[in-house]
C-alpha cells in the first residue's frame, strides 16, 4: 500500500480514488453545467425585466402627472372661456339696446319733423 510519503493527487490518494471515477466532461457535468447556464441566463433575463418594468411604472407615472396638469390647465382655460362668452354676450346685449335706443330715438325724433 502506500506510505506517508505518497502525495496526495497519487493512485493511492483517497482524493485520487475518488476524482478518478468521474470523467471531466461526462454528459452528466455537461448537462448540470447547461442547466446552471441557463438558469444563470434566466436570471439575468428576470433581473433585466425587472428593471425594464420598474422603468416603464416611473414613465407612465410622469406621463400620468402630466397628463393631469394638462387637464386642469384646460379645465382653467374652459372657464375662462365661458367667462369671457358670458362677458361677450353682455356687451353685445348692451351694444344691441343702445343701437335700438339710438334707432328709436332716430324714428321719433325723424317722425316729429
Do not use: D, W
Not at 420598474?54 to 396638469?69: A, C, D, G, P, V
Request: charged share 25%; with cysteine; hydrophobic share 30%.
Amino acid at each position: 500500500m502506500c506510505t506517508s510519503t505518497c502525495s496526495k493527487l497519487s493512485p493511492c490518494s483517497p482524493l485520487y480514488v475518488a476524482f478518478s471515477n468521474q470523467q471531466p466532461y461526462s454528459k452528466g457535468n455537461s448537462l448540470r453545467n447547461h442547466r446552471l447556464n441557463r438558469r444563470i441566463r434566466l436570471s439575468k433575463g428576470k433581473k433585466v425585466a425587472i428593471l425594464v418594468k420598474k422603468e416603464m411604472e416611473i414613465k407612465n407615472l410622469k406621463l400620468y402627472m402630466e397628463n393631469r396638469s394638462i387637464i386642469e390647465e384646460n379645465e382653467k382655460l374652459r372657464k375662462k372661456a365661458f367667462l369671457l362668452h358670458q362677458e361677450n354676450q353682455a356687451l353685445l346685449y348692451q351694444l344691441q339696446k343702445k343701437c335700438s335706443n339710438t334707432t328709436l330715438h332716430g324714428h321719433l325724433a325723424h317722425n316729429s319733423n
